[in-house]
């Protein structure tokens, strides 16, 4: 962190913090007008709930971001309950994910991270509760994950 320069750290908050709450309260204020009882799901990371320990910390100000995610996600959740909507809010957190960004990096193994339709499957299985039943949390992890 203390070699990032200020304008990486604002773009990673804006991105991660500032755009998932503008579409949350966008979500939220359509679907209170609609009278739309659904789902909310905002994607969050592992590193929202703790720092992960790492040899080398690069992480910067990313799990700083992620916190953020958890306690507006949170914020968000408890609005509903408080205004008696029945529009539920999940904070999902994956740990390491393989994606085109590490193919693109030149990484072409996967020893301990999970696939992208892992994490399909979270959403598909908050998705799959009853009206009345909330994931308040997901948290998912490739069995191996060290961090």
């Not at 991660?16 to 309260?25: D, F, R, S, V």
């Not at 709930?49 to 100000?61: A, D, F, L, N, T």
């Not at 009853?130 to 994950?145: C, M, Q």
Request: glycine share 6%; net charge negative; proline share 5%.
């Amino acid at each position: 962190m203390s070699e990032q320069d200020n304008d990486s750290w604002k773009i990673l908050i804006d991105t991660n913090l500032m755009a998932l709450c503008i579409a949350t309260k966008e979500v939220i204020a359509h679907m209170r007008e609609k009278k739309i009882n659904g789902q909310i799901i905002n994607i969050n990371s592992v590193a929202g709930h703790y720092i992960p320990s790492m040899e080398k910390p690069i992480m910067g100000i990313y799990p700083a971001s992620k916190h953020a995610v958890t306690a507006a996600t949170e914020q968000f959740r408890q609005e509903m309950v408080y205004l008696g909507t029945d529009i539920k809010i999940t904070s999902l957190s994956p740990g390491y994910v393989y994606t085109d960004i590490h193919k693109d990096g030149g990484d072409t193994t996967n020893p301990n991270g999970m696939d992208p339709e892992d994490v399909v499957d979270g959403v598909m299985f908050i998705l799959s509760t009853k009206p009345n039943i909330l994931v308040k949390e997901l948290t998912l992890k490739h069995i191996r994950e060290k961090f």
